[in-house]
């Protein structure tokens, strides 16, 4: 499902470079969990063979390094597939950023110009996060996503259930208030910030191509908070919620139920 979006005004094959750099930050945020576990299974394994050789070689030959020998092989093999992946991404995002650069786009800043890379289902996980980080008292996260997408906590949205869907009118209007307090603060002078692996790791910021696995998981996310908050503030006992809310919240379940099986035969 390709949802609706704002043209990309700078290039066409801008909105590409940029789901490239999202791409490759998204697997850089599973290099580090995938290093932790190989380490893990070296040092096992290590461990392990050590222990079996006493037996028939003795602890001689390792002396009192014997406990040091698992360890060792686990930093070297873990630390080296991290240290390979870090390099490998240093260099994927290096080409982005030139050819972002060589377009007048700032690879650091990719909402600086407008939303025009983001699919709706991103926005609509975008503004669920920040109200969630309202909910918790994070001010300062909250405010990342101010400088960086405009949103304010007098947008009419609302979450937990959804008041606003993706391709619809309302995200549309949504969008272009967005995109009007970006272009104001870039016209006042203000530079949202600088953006980079950790905060795509933490947030997801950097815009990502819808594909079928990728919009699945992204309605999974932000009915995930919805849900969670429609349950913070009406409970779970039977007649709690309204029915308004009611209504919202069991529309959200059947249209994302609707979007599993219409995609299942291709995921």
């Known amino acids: 499902m390709q949802e609706w979006r704002t043209p990309d005004a700078s290039s066409e094959e801008a909105p590409a470079l940029w789901y490239e750099l999202g ?59 991290f240290l390979r992946g870090r390099l490998r991404l240093r260099n994927r995002v290096s080409v982005v950023r030139r050819l972002l650069a060589g377009k007048g786009l700032d690879a650091s800043r990719p909402a600086r110009d407008g939303l025009g890379a983001y699919y709706d289902a991103q926005l609509v996980l975008l503004r669920s996060e920040y109200a969630y980080l309202l909910s918790r008292g994070a001010r300062k996260s909250a405010r990342l996503f101010e400088e960086l997408f405009g949103f304010t906590p007098e947008d009419p949205f609302e979450v937990g259930p959804l008041s606003v869907l993706p391709d619809t009118e309302e995200l549309r209007a949504l969008r272009e208030r967005w995109e009007g307090r970006i272009s104001s603060r870039k016209e006042h002078g203000a530079q949202p910030p600088a953006l980079g692996l950790r905060e795509d790791a933490a947030y997801r ?31 779970r006992g039977p007649g709690s919620v309204p029915e308004e809310a009611r209504r919202r919240a069991e529309r959200d379940r059947r249209e994302y139920e609707a979007l599993v099986r219409k995609s299942g035969p291709r995921l």
């Open 23 to 81: 791409r490759a930050y998204a697997e850089a945020g599973g290099g580090g969990r995938r290093a932790w576990k190989l380490g893990l299974t070296v040092v096992c394994v290590a461990g392990a063979l050590v222990l079996l050789s006493a037996p028939v070689f003795g602890t001689a030959w390792a002396g009192p390094f014997a406990s040091v020998i698992p360890v060792a092989a686990g930093l070297v093999c873990g630390g080296g597939m």
């Open 205 to 235: 910021v950097f815009p990502r191509e819808m594909t079928v696995p990728a919009e699945l998981s992204t309605r999974r996310a932000y009915l995930e908070i919805s849900t969670r908050l429609l349950v913070e503030r009406y409970g």
